[in-house]
Nanobody, 126 residues
Framework: VQLQASGGGLVQDGGSLRLSCAAS????????AGWFRQATGKEREFVSA????????YYADSMKGRFTISRDNAKNTVYLQMNDLKPEDTAVYYC????????????????????WGQGTQVTVSS
């Protein structure tokens, strides 16, 4: 499956953005979807994940209450609504897809995601 992330940009402290990740090549509902991010000079970190039909969602602690992941399988797209953005949220955001066989406790590990999008830059100014 091919993934294309979009929606990044420059926003002020406290602002909002919605990222999209469009999938092609295979039915997206056969995969768990996730978002990761990588700030300059730092390792890639888990942001959020959503089960194949959107029933279950998972968040990194620092994103809970500010970020919301969702998906529209009819459109083969997963979204990340980001509110109350902070300068420390500045990073390249990547979407990824994992097989549904991946255990829940592995969804925060980038190593268990098979497919990756190219990333979209999010910059939050103070």
């Amino acid at each position: 499956v091919q993934l294309q992330a979009s929606g990044g940009g420059l926003v002020q402290d406290g602002g909002s953005l919605r990222l999209s990740c469009a999938a092609s090549g295979r039915t997206f509902s056969t995969y768990v979807a996730g978002w990761f991010r990588q700030a300059t000079g730092k390792e890639r970190e888990f942001v959020s994940a959503i089960s194949q039909f959107g029933v279950s969602t998972y968040y990194a602690d620092s994103m809970k209450g500010r970020f919301t992941i969702s998906r529209d399988n009819a459109k083969n797209t997963v979204y990340l609504q980001m509110n109350d953005l902070k300068p420390e949220d500045t990073a390249v955001y990547y979407c990824a897809a994992a097989d549904t066989s991946v255990a829940t406790n592995r969804l925060r590990s980038q190593n268990d995601y098979r497919y990756w999008g190219q990333g979209t830059q999010v910059t939050v100014s103070s």
